[in-house]
């Protein structure tokens, strides 16, 4: 006991007492990184986006993107085929994900992982994969440079429609479904009524996983087009080869207002699922 | 002398959250081995200076001395002192014996040897392996689970998670055991094996506890000394005994022990007045001076003169001056019966052995020496039997005040029928709602009565003059007072109008708001 | 009734469309044609040849080195920041968790972009060099993965009892002990999913990788090459080349072992936990 109180007497005299380690400050390496190799790198963009060769500030790639009618038409083409991707890929996944997660439909847990499991399989190697077989079915980059394009797209992004559409759906509550159809409701109407507004979560964060991706990806659009069919990405792409530095930010500088105003979207909406959240 | 025996003394130890006073002045010696337990209700501070002597937070003002020195600022990791968690905070990835082995393997201490050259050195080493085997094993045959250490942690019941969480802290020896709220999360009979082996346990350690609930039981039945809490600040420092028959102030009475407390008045000397009638007690206090009594259930004393709830002109001219009431629930409790008992419309809570029937017209009787007379804290008026009535209006004895019922549920509001819609859109029905009234001496406004209004009116029964205001003490036809603080000069015998400004009437509820809680 | 045969018909439907490019190019990787579709008879042949196919090899090298130091270096660093951050003042907080969040959803080929332009603005007016090299790879592929491991160990940070590592302080850890022996060991199964994502990742990418590359690791003094650049080089213009296929059914293989593992492991766990659990039960 004696020792042990002079113990705290030496401590305790060591005055002013600094601690040393706080926890936070493990965070000083990662934002360190996130600053150094994320934000830099952004504003490296805007930068870029509003100079020109010589690193004068500029408005000539504004000017040059809104004037060429082909990177306008880029910018279109890419976002006509994310929705027309976006939507095949709900159309398609929507009552998959509803019917796995139906204990009376499904009560394998394995088959769902089946269909996540195409990602840990090579992603070009897939898609090389999905243009031999279109190739052999005769439906070529040659042919049909647009619906093999649709195709590549669809395949690829499925299981990231499929896996946050299931998460949802084995949220349902299906004692609500079941006492809507007590109530009378048919079929259609309990859909409309009950089991859609309950699953928009998981929608929302289908769409942000298809549309962004989508709109920029390049090599699938590249492949099963045979490089007929310039999406945003590929147009980035090819800026970045031609060491045209300013245009391809700026291309890239719209890509991020999109993601930013795509994420301010979701935000809000995650916010209301938590509050939702805190009721229950 | 008595300076060895204080194991720890907290002076003017104060802790400020973003502005917000959690404990204010606390002011506390502690002598080795007594048993103290900090009680109070949730938000009293209690926890926070447990929290500051374990080293969790810093005081923001005040320190903490231990042995004579002074701790205020040493980190948790160097204080000889164990927390006993309020949910065990087991680790769940170590078993039974790595819990309770946990602080042993950290541990290093002094071991003196002799180098080749004969030179006595002094090294700081990690306590081996069969040392802690023991001292694991000992600390284990304390809590009685000898048997358990290769087990997980996750199969064990909550009961033995307790103790394991017991034995992880006593095994370190501590100076000082914290305890904070440890039984909370037991059931109710596991909760009374528990304490009688905490305070068993205490004998045998023969170490200082230091423990938290707000379970007045607990409190009462474990400890040697009780410190009540309340917003921050100490209200009673004492023994058991000392607490529950002599409370410091009405908020102890009531939070210790079940209690009737109402607003009384010394008539003489050593009379008292409340419910009507004049009582005779033991304190001496001024004339007219406005008090609260306590009275413990067990202390009232009954006796049948009628029945049917007919208080017939015959008993009313017998026992003039006594106090009757009509006997309004009964509920049998094992070993006694628990009565209301209505008197007007007063309760009083009665436990009693015989049985009395509900309806019975009952003289009631109380002792000098079971009248607890306390001063009134003359900053607040506090009324404790005050209710809601169905159009939300606050009902103190015979007059009505508007209130704000909102402050009840934070974020709150009334809808257009008068429920109150909480945050969580959840519905309220307030009809009848028991509530906590206190009201501020200078938020009462008194005026001359005005004879054609619908007044809250009481007649002045005492002025005091403090100085630069005066202080009225204000009695209404139901004989219940409001103590006013006023600029304006009135004489005894004025008959005055009561207002207070709904924002001033501060209001508790009794018992939780979801037993008002509709559809 | 109707409708659980109408949904299973439904969902093996799918299942085979979505495996049928895969399955087909495993068909032919038993034959030595050209291109998918020309059966030349059944051999093994493609295996021993992917084998000796020293830039497959070199590039499968490549990949596996890359994901697993790059996954290294995100757990480490995404760990210690979600623990950092966890504990950083709300504000701070919501700064971190914002930031983070940004290559979650930003489009890979912007962030690609954005990469090789901090490299080259570094190169040309700070370090006077090229930086293009493993270096500046791993840098892109930790940019990649970080975010993941960070929302992959913030979850079990907020799921522990706080006063765990209160717990450990009392009973005499440091600051630094109780972070190792406690919230550690409490965060790990976080950590670990962490990890098999960045490397998941890692694995997969194209876009980051060919921006960001330069000479090095098993190439030496060219390019470096991983799979998926060398596919993507060679399937630009021709089929899928012979020994990819068998590659393909070597992967395939890989992930059907790793799902029934999991599966097995998963149900064994479910299994353990019902037995404690009855085992408790039966105490009462």
């Given at each position: 006991m004696k020792s042990n109180s002079t113990a705290i007497q030496r401590v305790a005299n060591k005055k002013p007492h600094v601690v040393l380690f706080q926890r936070k400050y493990l965070c000083i390496p990662y934002s360190i990184f996130l600053i150094l190799f994320i934000i830099i790198p952004i504003l490296l963009i805007v930068y870029y986006a509003f100079s020109d060769a010589t690193g004068a500030f500029s408005f000539d790639a504004l000017v040059g993107f809104f004037t060429t009618w082909t990177k306008i038409n880029v910018l279109f083409i890419s976002i006509f085929i994310a929705l027309q991707t976006t939507l095949i890929c709900l159309l398609i996944g929507y009552p998959l994900a509803y019917f796995l997660a139906d204990k009376k439909v499904n009560k394998n847990a394995v088959l769902v992982t089946l269909f996540i499991a195409p990602m840990w399989i090579n992603f070009v190697l897939r898609t090389g994969a999905t243009r031999d077989l279109l190739t052999w079915m005769n439906i070529n980059g040659g042919n049909y440079p647009y619906l093999a394009t649709l195709i590549g797209m669809t395949y690829n992004y499925l299981p990231f429609v499929i896996l946050p559409l299931y998460t949802t759906m084995l949220k349902l509550d299906r004692s609500q479904i079941e006492a809507a159809s007590d109530l009378g409701a048919n079929p259609f109407q309990v859909f409309i009524k009950n089991i859609l507004p309950q699953s928009v979560p998981g929608i929302v964060s289908a769409i942000t996983m298809t549309f962004m991706p989508t709109m920029s990806s390049y090599v699938i659009s590249d492949t099963l087009s045979e490089g007929k069919i310039t999406l945003l990405g590929n147009y980035i792409y090819l800026d970045f080869s031609n060491t045209a530095w300013n245009d391809g930010s700026f291309m890239a500088l719209i890509m991020l207002v999109i993601v930013g105003i795509s994420m301010l979207f979701t935000r809000n909406k995650e916010n209301q699922d938590s509050k939702g959240g805190a009721t229950w | 002398m008595e300076e060895n025996n204080k194991i720890i003394s907290l002076s003017h130890v104060s802790k400020v959250y973003d502005g917000v006073t959690v404990v204010d002045d606390f002011n506390l010696d502690i002598t080795k081995g007594e048993f103290v337990t900090f009680l109070g209700p949730s938000g009293c501070g209690k926890t926070t200076t447990l929290r500051m002597i374990a080293g969790?937070?810093?005081?923001?003002?005040?320190?903490?001395?231990?042995?004579?020195?002074?701790?205020?600022?040493?980190?948790?990791?160097?204080?000889?002192?164990?927390?006993?968690?309020?949910?065990?905070?087991?680790?769940?990835?170590?078993?039974?014996?790595?819990?309770?082995?946990?602080?042993?393997?950290?541990?290093?201490?002094?071991?003196?040897?002799?180098?080749?050259?004969?030179?006595?050195?002094?090294?700081?080493?990690?306590?081996?392996?069969?040392?802690?085997?023991?001292?694991?094993?000992?600390?284990?045959?304390?809590?009685?689970?000898?048997?358990?250490?290769?087990?997980?942690?996750?199969?064990?019941?909550?009961?033995?998670?307790?103790?394991?969480?017991?034995?992880?802290?006593?095994?370190?020896?501590?100076?000082?055991?914290?305890?904070?709220?440890?039984?909370?999360?037991?059931?109710?009979?596991?909760?009374?094996?528990?304490?009688?082996?905490?305070?068993?346990?205490?004998?045998?350690?023969?170490?200082?506890?230091?423990?938290?609930?707000?379970?007045?039981?607990?409190?009462?039945?474990?400890?040697?000394?009780?410190?009540?809490?309340?917003?921050?600040?100490?209200?009673?420092?004492?023994?058991?005994?000392?607490?529950?028959?002599?409370?410091?102030?009405?908020?102890?009475?009531?939070?210790?022990?079940?209690?009737?407390?109402?607003?009384?008045?010394?008539?003489?000397?050593?009379?008292?007045?409340?419910?009507?009638?004049?009582?005779?007690?033991?304190?001496?206090?001024?004339?007219?001076?406005?008090?609260?009594?306590?009275?413990?259930?067990?202390?009232?004393?009954?006796?049948?003169?009628?029945?049917?709830?007919?208080?017939?002109?015959?008993?009313?001219?017998?026992?003039?001056?006594?106090?009757?009431?009509?006997?309004?629930?009964?509920?049998?409790?094992?070993?006694?019966?628990?009565?209301?008992?209505?008197?007007?419309?007063?309760?009083?809570?009665?436990?009693?052995?015989?049985?009395?029937?509900?309806?019975?017209?009952?003289?009631?009787?109380?002792?000098?020496?079971?009248?607890?007379?306390?001063?009134?804290?003359?900053?607040?008026?506090?009324?404790?039997?005050?209710?809601?009535?169905?159009?939300?209006?606050?009902?103190?004895?015979?007059?009505?005040?508007?209130?704000?019922?909102?402050?009840?549920?934070?974020?709150?509001?009334?809808?257009?029928?008068?429920?109150?819609?909480g945050p969580d859109n959840k519905k309220y029905d307030l009809k009848d709602a028991d509530v906590f009234v206190e009201i501020g001496l200078s938020d009462i406004e008194i005026l001359d009565h005005n004879p054609n209004e619908d007044e809250n009116i009481g007649e002045i029964i005492s002025i005091v003059y403090k100085g630069d205001h005066y202080q009225y003490l204000i009695r209404t036809k139901e004989e219940e007072d409001f103590v006013c603080d006023s600029d304006y000069a009135f004489n005894e015998n004025d008959i005055v109008s009561i207002n207070v400004l709904p924002k001033n009437i501060k209001l508790t509820l009794k018992g939780s708001i979801t037993k008002y809680e509709v559809e | 009734m109707v409708k659980k045969i109408f949904g299973q018909i439904y969902i093996w439907l799918i299942l085979i469309i979505m495996y049928l490019p895969i399955l087909i190019l495993m068909a032919f990787s038993f034959t030595d044609a050209v291109y998918v579709g020309q059966w030349n008879g059944f051999t093994f042949d493609l295996y021993p040849a992917l084998f000796q196919n020293k830039e497959i090899m070199i590039a499968l090298g490549n990949t596996i080195i890359i994901a697993i130091t790059s996954a290294l270096v995100s757990t480490l660093l995404g760990t210690s920041g979600a623990i950092g951050a966890f504990y950083l003042k709300k504000g701070f907080r919501k700064s971190v968790d914002l930031v983070t969040q940004i290559p979650i959803v930003n489009a890979e080929i912007v962030m690609a972009l954005s990469l090789t332009i901090l490299f080259v603005f570094l190169g040309q007016y700070i370090f006077h060099a090229q930086l293009f090299s493993f270096w500046t790879l791993l840098i892109g592929h930790v940019v990649l993965s970080l975010p993941f491991v960070y929302i992959s160990v913030k979850p079990k940070l907020q799921q522990m009892d706080p006063s765990l590592y209160e717990a450990a302080l009392d009973l005499g850890a440091t600051p630094k002990t109780a972070i190792r022996k406690v919230l550690i060991p409490e965060i790990l199964p976080g950590i670990l999913s962490g990890f098999l994502l960045a490397i998941t990742l890692s694995l997969d990418d194209f876009i980051i990788t060919a921006f960001t590359r330069g000479t090095g690791l098993l190439n030496g003094e060219a390019n470096i090459e991983t799979l998926s650049t060398l596919i993507q080089a060679t399937i630009k213009k021709r089929p899928v080349p012979a020994e990819m296929r068998a590659l393909t059914t070597i992967i395939f293989l890989a992930v059907v072992v790793a799902v029934v593992c999991v599966s097995l492991y998963r149900y064994y766990q479910g299994k353990h936990k019902k037995t404690h659990a009855q085992e408790r039960m039966s105490k009462l």
């Open positions: - | 969790f937070e810093t005081p923001s003002e005040g320190s903490i001395l231990l042995n004579g020195n002074d701790i205020t600022k040493l980190p948790p990791y160097k204080r000889p002192v164990n927390t006993v968690f309020q949910r065990y905070a087991l680790f769940p990835h170590l078993d039974v014996y790595d819990n309770v082995a946990f602080g042993l393997k950290l541990k290093k201490v002094p071991v003196t040897y002799t180098t080749k050259k004969g030179i006595t050195k002094t090294k700081l080493k990690h306590l081996s392996s069969k040392v802690i085997d023991e001292k694991v094993a000992r600390a284990l045959k304390i809590v009685d689970l000898e048997e358990l250490e290769d087990r997980d942690i996750s199969t064990l019941s909550g009961g033995q998670q307790q103790r394991v969480a017991i034995a992880r802290a006593i095994v370190n020896e501590p100076e000082i055991l914290l305890l904070d709220e440890p039984l909370g999360a037991l059931d109710l009979k596991m909760r009374k094996e528990m304490q009688l082996e905490l305070k068993a346990m205490h004998d045998k350690l023969g170490i200082t506890f230091i423990y938290v609930t707000h379970d007045q039981e607990e409190a009462l039945t474990m400890s040697d000394t009780i410190v009540v809490m309340k917003a921050g600040q100490i209200q009673q420092v004492g023994t058991p005994k000392d607490i529950y028959n002599e409370p410091n102030n009405a908020y102890v009475a009531n939070f210790i022990g079940e209690s009737n407390i109402y607003n009384a008045t010394m008539m003489k000397k050593k009379v008292v007045r409340f419910l009507g009638a004049n009582f005779n007690c033991v304190d001496d206090f001024p004339v007219n001076e406005k008090v609260d009594v306590v009275i413990r259930p067990e202390d009232v004393e009954l006796k049948r003169i009628g029945k049917d709830g007919n208080i017939t002109a015959e008993i009313k001219e017998k026992y003039k001056e006594k106090l009757i009431g009509i006997v309004d629930s009964k509920v049998f409790k094992g070993i006694h019966f628990e009565y209301i008992v209505l008197k007007g419309k007063n309760e009083i809570v009665v436990q009693d052995t015989k049985e009395f029937n509900v309806g019975d017209v009952v003289l009631i009787n109380i002792g000098p020496n079971e009248i607890h007379i306390m001063k009134k804290e003359l900053t607040t008026n506090v009324f404790t039997d005050a209710y809601i009535d169905k159009n939300n209006k606050l009902i103190i004895s015979d007059c009505t005040f508007d209130c704000e019922l909102t402050q009840l549920l934070s974020d709150s509001h009334l809808d257009e029928n008068g429920y109150l819609i | -």
